[in-house]
């Protein structure tokens, strides 16, 4: 994601809540989504300004994005050395 996409997109958040977030806020969001692909981005952003009533947080946004970017373990063909396996199950 470039910073001019990003841009975009946070300028919806901050007409459909009225709220102008500060820079350093800013450059918390642009962190946290900046792997993420704009177009997952994008649609995650109209979900969310639908959906929620109330100025979102990243988790918010996080939560509707299609393509769970932590999940790049899944596929791994040593997922079965991972140590959490006594904690969980992989799932394919």
Do not use: G
């Amino acid at each position: 994601m470039i910073r001019e996409d990003f841009e975009k997109q946070m300028i919806k958040i901050q007409i459909a809540y009225n709220k102008k977030f500060p820079s350093d806020e800013l450059k918390l969001w642009f962190k946290e989504f900046i792997t993420t692909d704009i177009k997952e981005f994008e649609k995650a952003i109209d979900k969310t300004i639908r959906e929620v009533r109330f100025i979102p947080k990243i988790a918010d946004v996080r939560s509707r994005i299609a393509v769970n970017p932590n999940d790049y373990y899944i596929d791994d063909p040593y997922a079965y050395l991972y140590k959490n396996l006594e904690w969980c199950k992989i799932v394919k």
